[in-house]
């Protein structure tokens, strides 16, 4: 199957849906070290509980919607594969059409001959 950018799309979200957790960087010489621990313990300790529900909520709905956009790719593939699949066969289908229409006209003239070659003027008992 072709890569398209929807399937790169999809794949960018599988990245994006893996949790990280903030590293709190600090540039800062000699303390940044403690203003990192800092930040650390703070988020550890005061908005964890409060976030966290939020976060894991979150979290399974993007995992919800991700799972369903794979799911219609998917399903749009295979859709794809059945229009192909019907487009051939009504060109077939169309291809049977045109030969019963040619047999079809073949019938209609050689009735046609028949009758006129056929007329209860005629003497000819061959036709009986």
């Known amino acids: ?26 540039n800062k ?21 409060y976030v966290q529900y939020y976060a894991n909520q979150q979290h399974s709905f993007d995992s919800l919607l991700l799972e369903t956009l794979q799911d219609v790719f998917i399903y749009q593939a295979e859709l794809e594969k059945r229009i192909n699949q019907l487009e051939w066969e009504n ?8 030969g019963m229409d ?11 001959v028949s009758r006129v ?6 003497n000819d008992s061959s036709t009986l």
């Open 29 to 49: 010489p000699l303390i940044g070290p403690i203003i990192q621990f800092v930040r650390k313990t703070w988020n550890n300790i005061a908005p964890r509980w």
């Open 117 to 122: 070659g056929s007329s209860p003027d005629s």
């Open 102 to 112: 040619y047999s079809l006209e073949q019938v209609i003239r050689y009735t046609q």
């Open 91 to 98: 060109k077939v289908f169309a291809l049977h059409l045109q």
């Open 1 to 26: 199957m072709e890569s398209t950018p929807f399937q790169h799309r999809l794949s960018i979200l599988r990245d994006l849906l893996t949790r990280k957790e903030f590293d709190f960087p600090s």
